[in-house]
């Protein structure tokens, strides 16, 4: 199957000598297709990889980053025509007889636009404690900034469709890549899942590059990045796709009536979303209504469409309405008429008389979204039901 789906294995290797050969004599009851790269190794790696003339080999003059390593690796296996690429690392943490996994999911999955990483049982005895809470973090936030939850999202061992990555850019050099290139072949369509993968730590002859501070601190600023590109363009864009793929009759009907949530928490999510949507903390509401649906364990599509009620065209007469009602409840003049609207909002007046009528307006109307959505939305379960009893 290596040879059918044109798979090659690719090998990142920096100072990891003491077990390099194990990997890749595992690796070659597999397959001979195999790309080294020595990402500047300076042990005695340059002199275990002599032994293996036959195998393509990248010596790069000084390192790095694994990330590089990667993307060099990904031009090589292009240049020699290859259309796949299983990454395994060379600490000995994976077992190369696990390559066949991956070889038939592939065979077996509908689409070859599809990214394998290898899932790690994180609870066995010998995985550091930091590895586990690391993953655990990384998993959170690749849920967030692409909506799929997975069980390991920080694995080396995986199968990458190649051409797919190579329409995509990426940034970073080191550890951070392989968070970088996950998401973002999520974002363009590729499909991203886990295959369950042995595991070994032997802390005797594993070592380990990744630097806690420095690299989790990048990790953290690539991840601040990505839920800032998900937040206000991704999710917005995917969610506007979804509307002009169905049509909005077909995507209310799908997608917000068709749901199998109850129609009490149908209605606490329309509920959120026009909270949000009518709150004055503009630019935050996406990641305030999905961020409540999440913790409120709400429907997030549901949320986030009605969070939209704030959209362009509507927001002058949402100012409006916060301010009048502001002036109303503090007992203000109304200080600008509707027919003068404009220029008063370049100015901004009442800032506070705003914020006290939007918060009114935002509760006011989410409560009446609510009880009308429960309403409406009980009265279509019913008679989904009578259908279904009658035949």
Known sequence: MMQQYKCCVLVPTYNNGKTLKRVLDGILLQTQNIIVVNDGATDNTAEVLKEYTYIHQVHLPENKGKGNALKIGFGEAVSKGFDFIITIDSDGQHYPEDIPVFMEALKAEETKNVLYIGSRNMRQADVPGKSSFGNKFSNFWFWFETGTWLTDTQCGFRLYPIHELKKLNFITPKFEFEIEVIVKASWSGTLVKNLPVKISYDEKERVTHFRIVPDFTRISILNT??????????????????????????????????????????????ALGLFVGLSPFWGFHTLLVLGGAFLLKLNKPIAFAFSNVSLPPFIPFILYGGLQIGAWIMGEEHFFALDNIADNLLALKGIKTYLVGSIFLAITVSIIGGFMGYFTLSQIAKRKKMTLKNG
Request: glycine share 4%.
């Open 225 to 270: 990045f990505l839920v800032l590109i998900a937040l206000f363009y991704i999710k917005p864009r995917d969610f506007f796709r979804r509307i002009r793929k169905k049509g909005i009759k077909k995507f209310l009907t799908e997608d917000i009536l068709g749901s199998d949530d109850p129609p009490k928490k149908k209605a606490l999510s329309i």
